[in-house]
């Protein structure tokens, strides 16, 4: 072994295994050698993606606490109205201290008084004419004696006014505070989603705030991502039809008749396919899937049809079957034009 060998390869020795493998990786890429970096790639040291910053407010704890864990609290627990807006209080608070009213709110300032926003000097009448309901503003003062249904109107208009404060001067004259100039709506509600949605979650039976801002009662367990997925397909007939069907369904105190109504939907929604469906599911099964909606008091209204079942229990079922099969139905329709 030369010297000049042992001298390169002590010096080799003696670096850190990451710059061995730029240097390698160097020489492969120079010398156009494949193998060597697909050998590289695969035992180079995975770099974790940089954690993004925690978007501020509530959201799903950490890990169970002492009376979670040890059982004398369920997991979860549900809250009540005058919890819900006590948190809600909390983030109002929070958000209007950071500046993500201000775009259309406007703010006070200790030099020129107040500077109105998009939504003018006077939020309050606003505010009664997109909700039709006088006494909901200032916010602040009026939360402690709102309804539920004041609640959650001021939460979709709050989603609708709300916007995350990007750049602006600082007033630092008597401690003004901010004067923000530019924002991002797009980035403001999803924040303003994410917080929302940790506690709507935990009140009454469950709610979530959809992306379009509106309150909704949240789905059985595990039904999350079938709600959420957008149906694979152009034809508006379809698309369209299944989401009005799931905001029938979902929209908050929906009758039976809105969801029997939101099943049908969904059945005349597989009758559409219905001659697609033929090609990639078998006889039986395509008849099984109208003798359903058929035979139950869903469709057609015939006196031999079946009507003697719980509504609430078979139509949240033949809702969720639906939806689940017209995922599937579309998706094997376009794989097999493939």
Known sequence: MGGKFRYVNNRLLGLPNEQVLAIARTISQEEGDAELLALLASIEPKVAPPKSDPVPGFGAPTRPYYAERTGKQPAGGKIDLKTLKALYRSEY?????????????????????????????????????????????????????????????????????????????????????????????????????????????????????????????????????????????ADHNVSGRVDAAIKKYRQRRSTMDDRRDAVRDLADVLEWLRPQVKQVLDRKDEAALFDIANNFSIRHHKPEQKSDYDPAIWLSWMFYFYLATIHAVVRMIEKGKA
């Not at 503003?137 to 001021?154: C, G, H, K, N, T």
Request: glycine share 10%; proline share 5%.
């Open 93 to 233: 608070d929070r958000w209007e201290r950071d500046g993500y009213f201000q775009e259309h709110f406007g703010m006070y300032c200790v030099d020129a008084d107040f500077l109105p926003g998009k939504l003018g000097c006077d939020i309050g009448t606003r505010m009664l004419y997109h909700l039709n309901k006088s006494d909901l503003w200032p916010i602040a003062e009026q939360l402690d004696i709102y309804s539920e249904d004041d609640l959650f109107s001021v939460i979709e208009f709050l989603f609708d006014h709300i916007s995350k404060p990007l750049d602006g001067q600082h007033h630092s004259y008597n401690d003004c505070g901010m004067h923000w100039q530019t924002f991002d709506r797009a980035l403001g509600q999803a924040e303003y989603r994410v917080s929302v949605n940790a506690i709507l979650g935990r009140y009454a039976n469950g709610y979530e705030l959809s992306p379009t801002g509106e309150v909704m009662e949240l789905g059985p367990p595990g039904t999350a991502n079938l709600l959420q997925t957008e149906v694979p397909i």
